[in-house]
């Protein structure tokens, strides 16, 4: 069973904006700090934003004020909205869910399958 199912991905113009949406099972978003990541081929997967069960946001320096992380609670689902897109924005989102602190070592990390998001110039 797909415990995370990453979507909304597509091609936009510079300037234009995405909503990713990852749906999540219950049992991993009632427990997990939830986040969106992004990975350019050859390049290492780098955190983008993410959010814990109380809402408390972190966003790379890169996105601050174009992109907004949000949990939607009836609906299992973290939303990530982009805003004023630009070509170095361009790559494949991969939604992921992360233990709560202190059980990074009994309970597993989980991935969605990635989410290509082109933004031409």
């Given at each position: 069973q797909e415990q995370l199912a990453d979507?909304?991905?597509g091609s936009v113009q510079a300037g234009g904006s995405l909503r990713l949406v990852c749906e999540a099972s219950r049992s991993i978003y009632s427990s997990y700090t939830m986040g969106w990541y992004r990975q350019i081929p050859?390049?290492?997967r780098e955190l983008v934003a993410s959010i814990t069960l109380d809402r408390a946001t972190h966003y790379a320096e890169s996105?601050?004020?174009r992109f907004t992380?949000?949990?939607e609670d009836?609906?299992?689902t973290v939303y990530l909205h982009m805003n004023s897109l630009k070509f170095e924005d361009t790559a494949v989102?991969?939604?992921n869910a992360k233990p709560p602190t202190g059980w990074e070592r009994r309970l597993p990390e989980y991935w969605g399958n990635g989410t290509p998001v082109t933004v031409s110039q």
């Amino acid at each position: 069973q797909e415990q995370l199912a990453d979507s909304g991905g597509g091609s936009v113009q510079a300037g234009g904006s995405l909503r990713l949406v990852c749906e999540a099972s219950r049992s991993i978003y009632s427990s997990y700090t939830m986040g969106w990541y992004r990975q350019i081929p050859g390049k290492q997967r780098e955190l983008v934003a993410s959010i814990t069960l109380d809402r408390a946001t972190h966003y790379a320096e890169s996105v601050k004020g174009r992109f907004t992380i949000s949990r939607e609670d009836a609906w299992n689902t973290v939303y990530l909205h982009m805003n004023s897109l630009k070509f170095e924005d361009t790559a494949v989102y991969f939604c992921n869910a992360k233990p709560p602190t202190g059980w990074e070592r009994r309970l597993p990390e989980y991935w969605g399958n990635g989410t290509p998001v082109t933004v031409s110039q």
